[in-house]
């Protein structure tokens, strides 16, 4: 039973028009990707490709279209976790590029799995990964006037028909931080993967950090817990610690789950049908 789950990031997004946006490309993205799944891709492939067209939505806060850190420049990361290799693939500050998942696909089978700043920069030339600027004007504009954008980090889980999942996540930041601050995307707190489960958190780093959030709902259903009992007991910790964290998980028998303290864009496939945000 192949499974699919997206998200566009858990920001408080409000507004009706944007949040119809959300909706709009989140189906755009997941009609492309669930066929791909259905005949028998790869987790790992479809959430790399399911990320890679998210990055490519300007309205996001990843990829094209990412927030600035205070000095005013753009520093993407991401990762990519494989369940069944239970292999880590992160990129983190990456400058001049605007599809960081795409090198976290092939840090899977390297020695050297979590890149940062000119080593990410130089990953990226090795494989091939076209320069493109990442900045939009109107992530410019909210930099300028010191706006905080209003969507989160973006990422996908899947379950193939293999049997295997895989979760990937790609974010621009929170904006306005400290040059060299690194958010949970690009940890195994933010995302994480093995055998039995995949897990992708969005919303404030810091709190995920914190709570090691995507690790704990894993291994809660590694220790034999239901996906759906694992998600309530960390979802029961985001609401005691009033945090603002959204997650999106899916196990190995097709199980999954979309939470969130504030509103979240996400889009759900599996054999019964599709499901989506309100």
Not at 81 to 94: A, H, P, Q, S, Y
Request: glycine residues 14%; negative net charge.
């Amino acid at each position: 039973m192949p499974t699919l789950v997206l998200h566009a990031g858990a920001g408080g997004e409000t507004r009706p028009e944007r949040q119809a946006a959300i909706r709009d490309e989140l189906q755009r993205i997941g009609d492309a990707c669930w066929p791909m799944l259905t005949a028998g891709a790869s987790a790992v492939d479809v959430v790399v490709e399911a990320t890679r067209l998210l990055e490519d939505v300007p309205i996001f806060n990843a990829g094209l279209g990412s927030k600035l850190q205070a000095d005013g420049v753009a520093r993407l990361s991401a990762a990519l976790m494989c369940g069944d290799t239970e292999r880590f693939g992160g990129i983190v500050g990456l400058e001049g590029y605007a599809n960081p998942i795409l090198l976290c696909r092939p840090l899977l089978d390297a020695d050297d799995r979590v890149l940062m700043g000119d080593g990410a920069a130089a990953w990226a030339r090795e494989v091939g990964l076209p320069e493109r600027s990442p900045v939009t004007e109107e992530r410019l504009q909210q930099w300028r006037a010191r706006e905080a954008g209003r969507t989160g980090t973006v990422g996908a889980v899947a379950l193939d028909i293999a049997g295997r999942v895989a979760a990937a996540i790609s974010t621009g930041g929170r904006g306005h931080e400290r040059v060299g601050r690194v958010s949970d995307s690009p940890t195994v707190a933010g995302n994480f993967a093995s055998r039995a489960a995949a897990a992708g958190m969005t919303g404030i780093g810091e709190q995920i950090v914190d709570g090691g959030l995507a690790v704990r709902l894993v291994a809660a259903v590694d220790a034999g817990m239901s996906l759906e009992e694992a998600a309530d007991r960390v979802m029961g910790r985001i609401l005691e610690r009033e945090w603002e964290v959204g997650f999106i998980a899916v196990d190995h028998t097709g199980a999954w789950v979309a939470r969130a303290s504030t509103w979240m864009g996400w889009r759900a496939y599996d054999a019964r049908g599709v499901y989506c945000t309100g």
